[in-house]
């Protein structure tokens, strides 16, 4: 447990959730925060961050727990779709340093919008260069 981090405060009981689901290894708790309502997190009960620090046998289990959640919310909602988001540091937009997976239910009218703008590349070649540079450092 990281004393400093909410949650693993809530893991610890230290911090109230809403529960949704949780085994020995994983717990889903509703966001406080919703973007849309039902947005729900599901995160690992050890602390570990960012995704690129998780040891393979936590995302392996975490993965399972987000599908299973996304599935209920489809089936409770009728929901049209679900977004899963993840975010690693403050650059992307992480506020709170504990691995987790934004589960989020989405419907053809519930007026969220991602500020997504496609930019394309300047010249050709740029994209095969920084793919070049993503394949030389795969470990
Ligand atoms: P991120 O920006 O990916 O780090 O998202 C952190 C999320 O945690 C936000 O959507 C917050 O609304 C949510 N959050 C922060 N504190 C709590 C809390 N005590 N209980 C439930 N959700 C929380
Ligand atoms: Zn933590």
């Not at 977004?83 to 690693?88: D, G, R």
Request: charged share 20%; hydrophobic share 45%.
């Amino acid at each position: 447990m990281n004393t400093d981090c909410i949650f693993c405060k809530i893991v610890a009981g230290q911090l109230p959730c809403c529960k949704v689901y949780e085994d020995t290894d994983t717990l889903a708790f509703m966001d406080i925060g919703p973007i849309v309502p039902g947005h729900t997190l599901v995160i690992p009960r050890m602390h570990v961050d960012p995704l690129m620090a998780a040891p393979p046998e936590v995302l392996q289990k975490l993965i399972v727990v987000v599908q299973k959640i996304a599935r209920a919310q489809l089936k409770a909602f009728k929901a049209d779709g679900i977004n899963v988001i993840q975010s690693n540091g403050r650059a992307a937009g992480q506020l709170v340093p504990h691995l987790h997976f934004h589960v989020i239910p989405r419907f053809a009218a519930d007026g969220h919008h991602w500020n997504w703008i496609p930019r394309p590349y300047a010249k050709s070649e740029e994209m095969g260069a920084l793919a070049e540079k993503i394949r030389g450092a795969l470990e």
